[in-house]
């Protein structure tokens, strides 16, 4: 069996989106010829634990943990000052754990004798490390988009001489690294066009769901409300106002619906929808359940009737291509198999939806339109006729995609041979 050593801030029992792609390579990579060694934080400053993650790993994999020099109180002038932490940290507020990170993944390559470098990002200065340890050992390195770095539009940078400087900083990773991967297609093109040099060496491979964490899930037999249910964060670009502001108006004008319909928020809490809530009056229809362990986030899936998607019009890179993500949840809703209430633009998760079939497509601020999706799902619901999706998605397991990975870990080592 070869081995990769893994490069990833987020992974058990850090809990959220970030953490299951790396997650689900680690578990699935030991049936494709690559034992992982996960290089990975010790003291984390990110707020999301779930520590049942840690069953998910197998024994296989070997997880070491290093110091970060980063703390709370280093942020605490920027926070006061209501500006960004980019002024001083670059690429991210995580570069502290760089050089013990560099020091440590040296010694593992040597001593297990790695034959591959895998580096996932964010965080960027995961990257950085995979660069260093690829310069300092000369083992191949294959690094992972999950988000856009310098394209990313949830990035504010101070000034524009702090976006050059990361700019270099990513063409520099792109220049080292054997392989990139990004995890749309449409991330993957947006990249090339950037930097046109990577064409030859850049592959997607999207993110997906993991058939295994659906086993024994069942759903729920009485259903006495009809149940929309949200997952994960609600942060920045992306707001709950229109759709709850669409719910409002519903529920005043069609009493029929009265006692009958609940929304439930499952994620870390946010302030935005939770005054929201409380300004619009919902609190009878709203709960918002705060943040949920994995597995009981899938049986909330499982058993809603409805699943909510939100992507932010401004998250559109451009008009004609739409936002380059596709949220992890899209992927996990598809597991479900539940219909999928879309506040979305068009782009890469609106085509993801009407290509399986999977769902209701809305502009996000549009409430008219809102009203009348969540009006139908709910007739629809009365009259027993909501179904499940039976689109075939198998090509988005996580064994699947999984072996994709594998196959580019050993096409990079071949070249090394």
């Known amino acids: 069996m070869k081995k990769v050593l893994v490069i990833a801030y987020h992974y058990p029992p850090l809990g959220g989106g970030g953490v299951f792609r790396t997650l689900k390579f680690t578990k699935y990579l030991p049936r494709f010829g690559f034992k992982p060694y996960v290089l990975t934080v010790k003291n984390a400053m990110y707020p999301t634990r779930d520590p049942t993650l840690l069953e998910d790993i197998p024994p ?9 020099l980063e703390r709370k109180l280093f942020l605490l ?14 690429p991210d507020i995580n570069v502290g754990w760089l050089p013990f990170a560099v020091r440590r993944g040296e010694k593992i390559i040597k001593k297990e004798n790695i034959d591959v470098i895998y580096a996932t990002a ?22 992972d988009f999950r ?3 310098t394209q990313n539009v949830f990035t504010k940078y101070p000034t524009r001489l702090h976006k050059k400087i990361e700019e270099k900083l990513e063409k520099y990773v792109l220049r080292t690294a054997d392989h990139i991967i990004a995890n749309t297609e449409s991330m993957r093109l947006k990249l ?4 046109p040099f990577i064409k030859g060496k850049c592959t997607s491979i999207t993110n997906g769901f993991d058939l295994e964490d659906f086993k024994g899930l069942t759903r729920s037999t009485q259903r006495e409300k ?9 942060y920045g670009l992306r707001t709950g106002k229109y759709f709850l502001i669409a719910l409002k108006e519903l529920v005043k004008e069609k009493k029929e619906m009265e006692g009958k319909i609940q929304v439930l928020f499952a994620g870390p809490p946010s302030k935005q929808v939770a005054d929201l809530v409380n300004e619009l009056e919902l609190q009878n229809v709203v709960r918002l359940l705060g943040y949920v362990s994995h597995q009981e986030t899938l049986k909330l899936m499982v058993n809603a009737d409805a699943l909510l998607l939100i992507i932010a019009p401004e998250e559109a890179c451009n008009e004609k291509t739409g936002p380059l993500m596709i949220p992890g949840k899209v992927f996990e ?20 939806i009407r290509s399986t079939k999977a769902g209701i497509i809305i502009p996000p601020k549009d409430v008219n339109s809102i009203k009348q999706a969540i009006f139908k799902l709910f007739q629809d619901w009365e009259r027993g006729g909501l179904g499940t999706i039976q689109s075939d998605v198998s090509e988005y397991d996580r064994k699947v995609l999984t072996e994709k990975l594998a196959n580019v870990f050993g096409q990079v080592y071949g070249k090394y041979e």
């Open 147 to 149: 988000d856009p770095w």
């Open 192 to 195: 090339i066009e950037k930097y």
């Open 60 to 68: 296989e994999v070997r997880t070491i943990r290093t110091f970060s």
């Open 122 to 143: 964010p965080i960027y200065t995961s990257l950085l490390i995979g660069c260093l340890l690829k310069r300092k050992t000369g083992k191949p390195l294959v690094i």
């Open 77 to 90: 002038p920027f926070y006061a000052l209501r500006t960004t932490p980019k002024w001083i940290f670059i």
């Open 226 to 234: 009809f149940t929309i249910t949200y997952t994960g964060y609600l």
């Open 333 to 352: 809703y598809l597991g479900a198999k539940r219909s999928i209430l879309a506040l979305i633009p068009q782009g890469v998760a609106a085509d993801l």
